[in-house]
């Protein structure tokens, strides 16, 4: 039997185990009568908003007809940037399920130098964010949880952080790399399986965080509803060594930064995902170092990541392509504590990618539909927290990029692109953003 057809069947075995053992712990553990269980259970609204106003400095659009770059009259703009809507329920003590909505960059003008597309319109479109059933495997222990629905799988640090719980102003842009190097679009979510847990002695001050996940991201044959005719699963683990202080007592699949001086650690995560072949590569993959250090007032959290494909690309092209980038960022900020508690926070974040500049390595990424060129961006700013749940921000980000050898309109990286327009050389903006989260 072949060796793709073997690992195959392997995955359909492990997923279909994974559901027959769900489905008997939820018969083992099923309510005496439905009037007791119902009044047991635990249901919490999630609220989450950020505004932003931004003015746009320095961005140039591509003519195509002069061959050439032309700028674009600076620009005030306000857009709801993110919002998240949905619940938390608790059916039973071991199994938690939680549904989330978002509504996204309305108002945002296409050439405002923020990343991302818009979502304008008379009515803007409100759209499924994540839907995961976690279930403790283990009463009352952490070591095993399994989660399966429509998530983030764990891999780097940014890629799987809330973006309303990060201290830069908008999320490192490495994680967009990321997420559509591995599942094909931005938002990188997909439908999967994934197991995990915390490893910790009492009062130790060493643990251990594991995920492993299977994940089917569909990226674009049949208008993005399946891998083509090859199909394969993508497949991610990552390990999380802390020394202090945990990043939490109990597992989670969500994260954050700033732990306002309650934290006293570090944390140092490895990672790796890998895909075989589909329709647009023989092979995909990624690894990654990640960090998170807390140290009363002082925050610091970065990462680096590896990627790279390999095949014929789209269209069946002759020969073996190979497209490889490296991207990351770094952030450090420091908690300064007032009256009544509140908190100012000074940020600084440098985020960098780095693709192919030769003419060469260019072909191939686009062939397989990946990275190129370079793209540099710098947030200097300050937060102020009244409460920790809701931040007032103002920041500056320069930004910066480089095509490399390709002739003027390349379009393959984020500084050169931008949805729904084209060819462009993205500005610097200053933003002033507020954030509620509940």
Do not use: C
């Not at 759209?127 to 983030?152: C, D, F, H, M, S």
């Not at 190979?322 to 770094?330: H, N, V």
Request: charged share 20%; glycine share 10%; net charge neutral.
């Amino acid at each position: 039997m072949p060796y793709n057809t073997r690992r195959n069947y392997f995955v359909a075995l492990m997923i279909l185990l994974s559901g027959w053992v769900w489905s008997g712990a939820m018969l083992a553990q099923s309510p005496a009568t439905s009037a007791s269980w119902a009044e047991k259970i635990h249901f919490k609204p999630v609220v989450g908003i950020q505004m932003w106003s931004i003015y746009t400095t320095g961005e140039e659009l591509y003519d195509a007809t002069a061959a050439e770059y032309q700028p674009v009259e600076n620009r005030f703009d306000v857009m709801l940037r993110r919002s998240r809507l949905g619940f938390k329920i608790q059916p039973l003590e071991v199994l938690q399920i939680s549904v989330i909505g978002s509504m996204d960059v309305v108002g945002r003008d296409l050439l405002s130098a923020t990343q991302g597309a818009s979502n304008n319109g008379a009515a803007p479109s409100f759209g499924l964010w994540n839907a995961i059933a976690q279930w403790r495997v283990i009463p009352k222990k952490e070591v095993l949880y399994l989660a399966t629905g429509y998530l983030t799988p764990q891999f780097s640090r940014e890629h799987i952080t809330g973006a309303l719980r990060v201290s830069s102003l908008e999320k490192s842009w490495s994680q967009n790399y990321i997420r559509r190097h591995l599942m094909g679009t931005g938002p990188g979510r997909a439908a999967g399986v994934q197991l995990g847990g915390l490893l910790r002695k009492q009062e130790s001050p060493f643990a251990l965080t594991y995920d492993a996940g299977l994940f089917n991201p569909l990226y674009e044959a049949y208008n993005g509803n399946s891998t083509g005719k090859q199909s394969s699963v993508l497949v991610t683990g990552k390990l999380t060594f802390h020394l202090g202080d945990p990043e939490s007592d109990t597992y989670s699949l969500s994260h954050k930064v700033n732990t306002f001086g309650k934290r006293h650690g570090i944390s140092l995560g490895l990672s790796h995902a890998v895909q075989g072949k589909t329709d647009l590569f023989d092979r995909n993959q990624a690894s990654a170092v990640d960090v998170l250090f807390n140290w009363g007032p002082v925050n610091v959290d970065g990462e680096w990541a590896w990627l790279s494909r390999r095949g014929s690309g789209a269209g069946g092209s002759a020969g073996e392509r190979i497209a490889a980038f490296q991207t990351g960022f770094f952030r450090i900020s420091y908690n300064l504590t007032m009256q009544e508690n509140k908190v100012l926070e000074p940020v600084v974040m440098l985020m960098d990618f780095k693709g192919a500049m030769d003419l060469q390595g260019q072909a191939d990424a686009l062939a397989l539909k990946s990275f190129a060129g370079k793209d540099q961006a710098l947030d200097l700013g300050v937060n102020y927290y009244p409460v920790p749940e809701i931040r007032l921000s103002l920041h500056y980000t320069i930004q910066n990029g480089e095509d490399g050898d390709a002739s003027p309109g390349a379009t393959f990286n984020n500084y050169l692109f931008q949805r729904d327009v084209g060819a462009i050389h993205r500005g610097d903006y200053l933003g002033l953003g507020v954030v509620f989260s509940y």
